[in-house]
């Protein structure tokens, strides 16, 4: 049975010319950077070389850029570093709902320590309303955080807006785009923002890496403290074969960009026509227009998500609830109910996401499969 796999927003497989890259840092080359010897020298010179690379990718200089164990820690980090670090300008920031739980985790637990959290409202196309920012900056305000594209339903969130109004009100802005970094350009500069966290192994990388850009100037407090490596601001023995792997999968996905992302379209495009005319009940969440290539998430009104997720994957789709499962019991999608689904329609919801290796036929195939799967379980 050929198996089909549409999750590639949850990981991608790593590529084999990164893993070539990586190798010698594993084994030969396995000196701590921290070592003033010549196995350590050659470390951080391939970790130099690794920060200069990303660095160059993204607009950003070396020196601001600050490798974490993925993108969990550079969410958790950005929100809890940025306002705590940023506390005389006032104690209020701002999240947006649809955030990826490592930041909404994050902003709570600031909450609960007194600091003063807003949530931004959002659109039933998934698009954050930036009229509702601009109601809730405050003088005190002292950050703004928005992804640039959300993970479940791969909305493409307007940072232009939200970064002129917030750098109206001398409030910093942070941008997790651990989702959008594959696909979208990505420039710090031109996006305008203070902090920006990506993860590797959203695109053909390593797992276990991560990164957070922090604009020079920008105050941050270190979450992760110990030693003094990242320039005293995240402790750690710095992991110089997946930094190396990181720097060559980012380079190879910016080089691939335009290609991938139209074959990665068109695929995802067939895939979600095969579904709309298939089903009546098949209703697309989130905007079509502002949203990421590979992403195709709906709602199948009257079945089950949970079942229909297995049902698939006995015949080989692999695609995702992008909820959090726990003994047994899907809790609804708080992206989903952000953007005003019902309980119901959110528990009936499926991400599908696609990537390089999904060829046409596989993605016409995996709408054909889908429609008899949806059908199958309505008529239970
Ligand atoms: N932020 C977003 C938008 C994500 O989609 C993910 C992972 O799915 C993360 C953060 C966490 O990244 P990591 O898996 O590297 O911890």
Not at 70 to 88: F, H, L, P, Q, S
């Amino acid at each position: 049975m050929e198996r089909i796999y549409l999750d590639y927003s949850a990981t991608t497989p790593l590529k084999k010319e990164v893993l070539t890259e990586m190798t010698p840092y594993f084994t030969e080359c396995f000196g701590n950077a921290n070592s003033l010897h010549s196995f350590g020298r050659e470390a951080v010179s391939a970790l130099d070389d690794a920060r200069d690379k990303i660095a160059f990718l993204i607009g950003a200089k070396p020196n601001e850029i600050y490798f974490t164990s993925g993108g969990t820690e550079a969410d958790n980090w950005a929100i809890i570093g940025g306002v705590k670090a940023n506390a005389d300008k006032g104690k209020h920031f701002i999240v947006s709902p649809i955030e990826h739980p490592a930041v909404i985790s994050s902003a709570k637990r600031l909450a609960n320590d007194g600091y003063d959290l807003s949530f931004m409202k959002v659109g039933a196309d998934g698009i954050v309303d930036v009229n509702d920012l601009k109601l809730k900056l405050k003088k005190d305000t002292s950050l703004v955080c928005c992804m640039l594209a959300n993970n479940e339903i791969g909305t493409i969130q307007p940072i232009d807006k939200i970064v002129s109004l917030a750098k109206d009100n001398g409030s910093l802005v942070f941008t997790d785009a651990v989702q959008a970094i594959g696909s979208m350009d990505i420039d710090v500069k031109k996006l305008g923002v203070d902090m920006l966290s990506f993860s590797a192994h959203k695109f053909y990388g390593p797992k276990g890496i991560g990164c957070l850009y922090v604009k020079n100037g920008v105050k941050i407090t270190p979450l992760v403290s110990g030693g003094h490596q990242e320039r005293a601001k995240r402790g750690g023995t710095s992991n110089v074969a997946l930094a190396v792997g990181m720097a060559k999968a980012l380079e190879l996905a910016v080089k691939n960009k335009q290609q991938s992302n139209k074959l990665i379209l068109s695929a995802r495009d067939a895939f979600i026509d095969k579904v709309k005319s298939g089903l009546d009940n098949a209703v697309l969440n989130g905007s079509l227009d502002n949203r990421l290539v590979n992403n195709a998430h709906f709602t199948f009104k009257g079945v089950s998500g949970e079942a229909l997720l297995y049902n698939l994957d006995l015949k080989g789709v692999c695609a995702s609830n992008g909820s959090a499962c726990s003994s047994g019991t899907v809790e609804p999608s708080p992206v989903l109910k952000a953007i005003g689904l019902s309980d119901n329609d959110a528990k009936s919801s499926v991400r599908f996401t696609f990537g390089e290796e999904v060829s046409l036929q596989s993605a016409i195939k995996a709408g054909e499969i889908v429609v008899d799967a949806v059908k199958f379980l309505l008529n239970k």
